[in-house]
Structure formats: structure tokens, C-alpha cells
T-cell receptor, first 115, second 114 residues
Framework: GENVEQHPSTLSVQEGDSAVIKCTYS??????FPWYKQELGKRPQLIID?????GEKKDQRIAVTLNKTAKHFSLHITETQPEDSAVYFC??????????????FGTGTRLTIIP | ETGVTQTPRHLVMGMTNKKSLKCEQH?????MYWYKQSAKKPLELMFV???????ENNSVPSRFSPECPNSSHLFLHLHTLQPEDSALYLC?????????????FGPGTRLTVT
């Protein structure tokens, strides 16, 4: 299958607190896991990615962790700020109808930071 | 213009109309994508072109017809659409068609089918 499941679908956190979004994938051959952020009315943009040869990657207040055995990866945002409010999409490679690899996106998480 | 551009930004069409969406990328990329974004399926891949060759058709109905004349331009021809086709259509490009390349999205075309 080509499932990429993402939870939760909505998340509200107090400003300054941490937020965690989780995704699971089904294709054990997947080796690259990006996260995209889409602010209201704007286009999705890559914010961080991780490859299967590492278990964690950090970039300032955001981090991504990967558990290949369990086939899940998570986005962690610490010290949340109002500008973190957006929809976040995880993604993982899956096999396309043409036999090639394609990127399949999760269903998205709407994160709201409460001032 | 830089990045990925799309025209028109908004489109209202009847079910019997024929229209086309245009996407252009100024990044020197070789892969281009069409996505449909709706409340039901937030980011649904439709088509992928890599070096002008179609490498993915995600079981898209034939009333959507893509065209990629060169690596910088991508079109989506629309005809006999249904109201449920109303959505935001996003174009994207990447250096190549492998999933490991960052995808750069355009601003989208908001399509309403009446």
C-alpha cells in the first residue's frame, strides 16, 4: 500500500509550549521523509527533512525524529510562536502506478498557537 | 518572475466549458507536478512529468488532461468538469523526479465549477 497516516488532524497549543505531530508509513523501502508547512492562503514550503540513515535532525526550534523499525516519524516544534500557526504535511516515498517512486503526503495537521 | 508561477489565480467555469491552467517554473528544474488540494484530500498528487515525460498519473479522470511541452511549462486542460472538481490546483517543480528533491510550489489556481 501507499499509506501515509498523520495525526492529529488539528492541534492547539499555548504559545511557548511544544507541539508534536506524528506520521506513519507503510513502505519499508522509504528512505526520505520531508515536512512541509502551509500558512493560510500561501503555498506549501519545505521546512525540514530527514533521511533514513539518521534518527534525529534539528533546525533551531524544529526537529524531526525517525523510527524505521516502527515506521513512524515525528515533527517537534518547541517554544511555539504565533507564526507557527499553519497546516503541516508529512510525506514519504511510495511506489507510483508507473513503477517509479513518488512522494505521498499525509492528510495534514492544522496547528493553532494560542497567544 | 521567480520561482513557480500559475495562471489564472482564480477560475470559475461551467460544466460544459473548456479551460486550461498554466504553470511556469523559473528554477531550471526538470520535474513538474500537478496537485489537487481540497478539504477532503488536502494534498493529492495528480500527475508527474520528469524531463517532459509523464511518470505518474494517479488514476485521474480523463476530463483532466496534462501537457508538458518543455521542462519549464506545464498545462492542465479541463473539460466537462463536475462540481466536485472545485478545488485549489497546485503546481510544483523539483530538480528531478525523485522524491528526495525539494518540491517548490506555485500559488495555486482556485477553481470553481458551477
Amino acid at each position: 500500500g501507499e499509506n501515509v497516516e498523520q495525526h492529529p488532524s488539528t492541534l492547539s497549543v499555548q504559545e511557548g509550549d511544544s507541539a508534536v505531530i506524528k506520521c506513519t508509513y507503510s513502505d519499508s523501502a522509504s528512505n526520505y521523509f520531508p515536512w512541509y508547512k502551509q500558512e493560510l492562503g500561501k503555498r506549501p514550503q519545505l521546512i525540514i527533512d530527514i533521511r533514513s540513515n539518521v534518527g534525529e535532525k534539528k533546525d533551531q526550534r524544529i526537529a524531526v525524529t525517525l523510527n524505521k523499525t516502527a515506521k513512524h516519524f515525528s515533527l517537534h516544534i518547541t517554544e511555539t510562536q504565533p507564526e507557527d500557526s499553519a497546516v503541516y504535511f508529512c510525506a514519504a516515498p511510495t511506489l507510483s502506478n508507473f513503477g517509479n517512486e513518488k512522494l505521498t503526503f499525509g492528510t495534514g495537521t492544522r496547528l493553532t498557537i494560542i497567544p | 518572475e521567480t520561482g513557480v508561477t500559475q495562471t489564472p489565480r482564480h477560475l470559475v467555469m461551467g460544466m460544459t466549458n473548456k479551460k486550461s491552467l498554466k504553470c511556469e517554473q523559473h528554477l531550471g528544474h526538470n520535474a513538474m507536478y500537478w496537485y489537487k488540494q481540497s478539504a477532503k484530500k488536502p494534498l493529492e498528487l495528480m500527475f508527474v512529468y520528469n524531463f517532459k515525460e509523464q511518470t505518474e498519473n494517479n488514476s485521474v479522470p480523463s476530463r483532466f488532461s496534462p501537457e508538458c511541452p518543455n521542462s519549464s511549462h506545464l498545462f492542465l486542460h479541463l473539460h466537462t468538469l463536475q462540481p466536485e472538481d472545485s478545488a485549489l490546483y497546485l503546481c510544483a517543480s523539483s530538480q528531478a523526479g525523485s522524491p528526495e528533491y525539494e518540491q517548490y510550489f506555485g500559488p495555486g489556481t482556485r477553481l470553481t465549477v458551477t
